[in-house]
């Protein structure tokens, strides 16, 4: 029975949190604000955020009037899709946290990812609703989809300028500074993956080719 | 247990990341088209190569180095350039006979001899117009071969006058204006009037300027700077005429990255103004080949040499490159692609002209001195077919033709659109909206939904008032009575 109470009691205060996100993404400021310094958001919230916005990028493909979005079906990859939309967010959390700590930035990593979940909520909010409204235009109407989907993004943009200034308690000069580095910081990482895949990937080969000759030689 | 899974799971993840890999059949099509994403589809065969005619063949010796092709009616000219003379066929259902073969000009008593002719043009009344390329003019003859008038090198100006007066290619229309092309002259085709006197250049293509070249010029040395590309108007290499008098030209001098962006404009229909009225309504502007890889050391764009333009004002386009003739339709729709580089029937070595004769086409190859003969298949003629019922007016015909297309070639984009556009007319708009969704054709779907949403609303309207009243007056109502029910609680 506590149990039960207890589970019931995380639901209702995981939607307390989801809701707070519609609070947030009107008032930004403030929003983030109280989101890390009062305590009212949740992880959980920002996944379940992050979640639907990996879900309208990929229900947009599908379900989004051919008139607006021309797909290729052989050359879509589900998996290339997911993760070039989730990676940019992990490791833009990574290298933004990398270098806010290195410049008194006073978010801690949890913190900086359920800001960047919360500021993904107009994405979702305005760009769901609209894959099923881009079925009931005409191209002439196009301009109001173009605008609408625009419009979420800069209010995305928007809501993660803020994001970073209120968590790591910054200016706005040195908050849009901040996501600049945080752009090259993404591509110095995805570097040195990269560099690290294809060492690793040479070096295997290497044994390989050991082992074919070694093969070749006793067989 | 949940570690299981999580291996699982890593497995799947892991089987995601490596691509797969695709295999790609080697390609042995002879006709193909474009899709929508510029991808090539093969296509049936459109045109047949009937038969390749050569010199020796009719009894004449071998053609050299020919250049120059025109039709009229069943008549053939051939300008054979290294041979210095003229050659004109007939052709009769059965066979290709010789008519005549000259060349000297100026009738038994001035005769001159003609040197490396470049092109010819026959009116309707047997007058020849010869780009007498060698002799420095452009002749006028009737058709015992005396010479009407000659025209030779502008006096104007703007013309160098140490420099050589090459005409190339000539056309006249019913009046006995003159249009040519010479070389080395960029400010568009050259007119001269009926009476032979030079009366201006017509055409010219704008001189785009290039902000990025103007910056590269201003840190580059003289010497670099005299390297650069100069920025002149492009220079016609073909011209040609369509039934009603419209001058299609080609052009094979451009910048190949501006070819996609339609700025290079390969083709171009010119009014008696020279503006460029080439409706351009497919998918790709008229460039041919959209993508230009490099197999047997062939590379680059295709560079179109001639054009003809058929009495349905279909257009067909010879591309020097890789030996192909485009098709395209009066929209600008690419049709059909059909030829090649090599040596077997159908294929040509150095393609150099390209002539209607009906539905038939005619290409003359100067390399290998042969004229090829090629007429339309089923295929070829239920699209030209369906084409002209279409530009009639005739949509439901038309779109008959389009069907019988569609069972030959599934991937016959303009089949679709035809069929959709006769449905549309019809008031299917639904399955009009179908036929228009397979072939992204986003304007016509547009203007087919359009009609359907309306439709739709006429037939529902009284649902949708319904639904309406009950989401705004029924929460209203609610409210009433419990706003009643307070009060009478309240007393």
Redesign the interface.
């Known amino acids: 029975m506590m149990l039960i109470n207890n589970k019931r009691k995380n639901i209702r205060a995981l939607a307390e949190t989801l809701r707070y996100s519609l609070y947030v993404i009107t008032h930004p400021l403030d929003g983030f604000w109280d989101l890390t310094h009062e305590n009212r958001g949740s992880v959980g919230a920002a996944n379940i955020i992050i979640a639907m916005a990996l879900l309208t990028q990929l229900f947009k493909l599908q379900y989004t009037s ?2 607006f979005i ?1 797909i ?1 079906w052989e050359h879509v ?1 589900v ?1 290339q899709i997911i993760l070039s939309f989730l990676a940019p967010i992990f490791i833009g959390c990574l290298a933004n946290w990398g270098l806010t700590t290195l410049f008194d930035g006073k978010g801690s990593m949890k913190q900086i990812y359920m800001a960047v979940g919360y500021a993904l909520t107009p994405y979702v909010l305005i760009q769901f609703p609209m894959i099923f409204i881009s079925n ?1 235009m ?3 109407e196009g301009a109001f989809y173009s605008y609408s989907i625009t419009f979420s993004l800069i209010w995305c943009g928007i809501l993660i300028v803020s994001a970073v200034m209120m968590i790591h308690d910054y200016s706005l000069s040195k908050a849009i500074l901040m996501l600049v580095a945080t752009i090259v910081g993404i591509m110095l990482i995805v570097f040195v993956l990269l560099l690290f895949f294809s060492l690793v990937s040479d070096a295997v080969a290497y044994f390989v080719s050991l082992y074919k000759e070694i093969v070749f030689r006793f067989y | 247990m949940k570690s299981k899974l999580k291996i699982f799971f890593f497995c799947f993840v892991l089987a995601w990341l490596f691509p797969t890999v695709t295999v790609h059949a080697e390609k042995t099509i002879y006709t193909y088209n474009y899709d929508f994403w510029g991808i090539e589809r093969e296509s049936p065969d459109s045109y047949r190569a009937e038969v390749t005619v050569m010199g020796h063949s009719l009894g004449i010796g071998d053609f050299k180095d020919p250049q120059g092709l025109f039709v009229r009616g069943n008549l053939i000219y051939i300008c054979d350039t290294g041979n210095n003379r003229i050659v004109v066929l007939k052709k009769d259902t059965e066979a290709i006979t010789v008519v005549e073969e000259f060349g000297e000009v100026g009738g038994e008593t001035a005769a001159t001899a003609l040197l490396g002719p470049q092109d010819i043009y026959a009116a309707a009344n047997g007058d020849m117009y010869i780009a007498d390329t060698g002799n420095q003019r452009i002749l006028h003859i009737d058709a015992g071969h005396r010479v009407v008038k000659e025209m030779r090198k502008p006096e104007d100006e703007t013309v160098d006058k140490l420099s050589d007066f090459l005409p190339v290619k000539v056309v006249a229309d019913r009046s006995g204006r003159t249009f040519a092309l010479a070389k080395n002259y960029n400010k568009g085709y050259l007119v001269y009037g009926s009476d032979g006197i030079f009366t201006g250049y017509v055409g010219a293509s704008e001189v785009k300027f290039n902000m990025v070249d103007y910056l590269w010029k201003m840190v580059s040395t003289k010497e670099q700077r005299a390297q650069l590309e100069q920025f002149v108007p492009t220079e016609y290499n073909n011209i040609a005429l369509d039934k009603d008098g419209f001058i299609y030209t080609t052009t094979s001098v451009f910048d190949e990255n501006e070819l996609l962006k339609d700025e290079a404009k390969p083709i171009r229909k010119l009014n008696s103004m020279g503006v460029d009225i080439l409706i351009k309504n497919g998918w790709y502007p008229p460039i041919g080949d959209i993508s230009w890889g490099n197999a047997g050391g062939v590379t680059g764009p295709s560079k179109f040499v001639d054009i003809t333009a058929l009495d349905n004002d279909t257009y067909y386009a010879l591309d020097r490159t890789r030996g192909r003739i485009f098709g395209y339709d009066f929209q600008g729709n690419l049709l059909y692609v059909f030829g090649g580089l090599g040596n077997k029937l159908g294929y040509f070595q150095l393609p150099a002209a390209i002539e209607h004769m009906g539905h038939e086409l005619l290409v003359l190859d100067s390399k290998s001195a042969g004229l090829t003969f090629f007429s339309p298949t089923e295929y070829g003629s239920l699209i030209n077919q369906a084409l002209a019922e279409y530009k009639r007016g005739n949509y439901d015909i038309s779109s008959e033709y389009w069907e019988k297309v569609l069972m030959m070639d599934g991937n016959n984009d303009l089949a679709y659109i035809g069929i959709g556009r006769s449905l549309l007319r019809q008031g299917k708009y639904k399955e009009a909206m179908t036929y228009f969704e397979l072939k992204y054709d986003d304007n016509n779907y547009s203007k087919a939904f359009q009609l359907y949403r309306k439709q739709w609303i006429e037939a529902n309207i009284g649902w949708i008032f319904v639904l309406f009243f009950l989401a705004v007056l029924l929460p209203a109502a609610a409210g009433f009575v419990r706003k009643v029910k307070k009060e009478v609680e309240e007393i």
């Open positions: 051919f008139l021309k290729i990859n998996a009931l005409t191209a002439e």
